[in-house]
């Protein structure tokens, strides 16, 4: 079973991968894959508040600070993909 702690490690290892990938990316990917994403980091920062709130007992004050900013990069990269959704769709007109 992974700790909270180490969940938050590896969500953050994921978003920040997925962030770093498309900032050296060449292409635009579609409206839809930036979509997905936006959805993907919502969804996974939820899971996260939504264990924090449900489970408080099994954070220690690290694990609940490592949780606290892998939800600040998930929002983070909600709104970046956002502006690059909307920036597509207006170039695209």
């Known amino acids: 079973m992974m700790t909270p702690g180490a969940m938050a490690i590896a969500t953050m290892t994921v978003m920040l991968w997925i962030l770093w990938s498309d900032s050296i990316r060449k292409y635009k990917p579609s409206a839809i894959v930036y979509t997905v994403r936006i959805g993907l980091f919502l969804v996974v920062s939820g899971v996260q508040i939504l264990n924090m ?3 408080p007992n099994i954070y ?3 694990s609940r ?3 606290i900013v892998a939800v600040l990069i998930g929002i983070g990269g909600a709104a970046y993909f956002a502006r690059k959704l909307i920036r597509r769709s207006g170039t695209s007109q």
């Open 60 to 62: 220690d004050p690290g």
């Open 53 to 55: 709130i449900r489970y």
């Open 65 to 67: 600070v490592l949780t």
